[in-house]
C-alpha cells in the first residue's frame, strides 16, 4: 500500500500563487506516474495534471496549461503542483494519486492509490 498526504492548501487572493505537495510513504514509490486532481463544490472531480516516475513526461488540463507545473523529487517521495495566477475558479479539494504504472494518465479510474485532499480557495 502506498499512503498519500498532501500539504500546502490555503486561502489566496486571486493572481496568488501555492505550491501544493504530495508525500508518499509506504511501499516503494518506485515506477509510479503520480496525477493531481481537483473537486470543486457541485462538481466532479477533474483532472488537473499527471507526471511521469522520471519527470520527462507531464500533461495538464487546458485550464492550467501554463499557469501550473507538477515537479517531483523521487528521493523525497514528494510530488508538487506549483500554482500561479491563480484565479477564483481554481476554488477545490485538490487530490494527489498514484499510479503504479509508470506512464500518464488523465482518467480517474486509472490510479490505484489516492490522497485525503487539501483545500485550495481563491478570494477575487
Known amino acids: 500500500q502506498v499512503q498519500l498526504v498532501e500539504s ?3 486561502l489566496v487572493q486571486a493572481g496568488g500563487s501555492l ?3 504530495c508525500a ?6 518506485g515506477g509510479y506516474a503520480m496525477g493531481w486532481f481537483r473537486q470543486a463544490p457541485g462538481k466532479e472531480r477533474e483532472f488537473v495534471a499527471v ?3 522520471s519527470g520527462g513526461i507531464t500533461d495538464y488540463a ?3 496549461k501554463g499557469r501550473f507545473t507538477i515537479s517531483r523529487d523521487n528521493a523525497k517521495n514528494t510530488v508538487y503542483l506549483q500554482m500561479n495566477s491563480l484565479k477564483p475558479e481554481d476554488t477545490a479539494v485538490y487530490y494527489c494519486a498514484g499510479r503504479s504504472v509508470n506512464y ?3 482518467k480517474e479510474y486509472e490510479y490505484d492509490y ?3 485532499g487539501t ?3 481563491v478570494s477575487s
Do not use: E, H, Y
Request: overall charge positive; hydrophobic content about 35%; charged content about 15%.
Open 114 to 116: 489516492w490522497g485525503q
Open 51 to 53: 507526471i511521469s516516475w
Open 19 to 21: 505550491r501544493l505537495s
Open 24 to 29: 508518499a510513504s509506504g511501499r516503494t514509490f
Open 104 to 106: 500518464p494518465a488523465r
Open 62 to 64: 487546458d485550464s492550467v
Open 8 to 10: 500546502g492548501g490555503g
Open 119 to 121: 483545500q485550495v480557495t
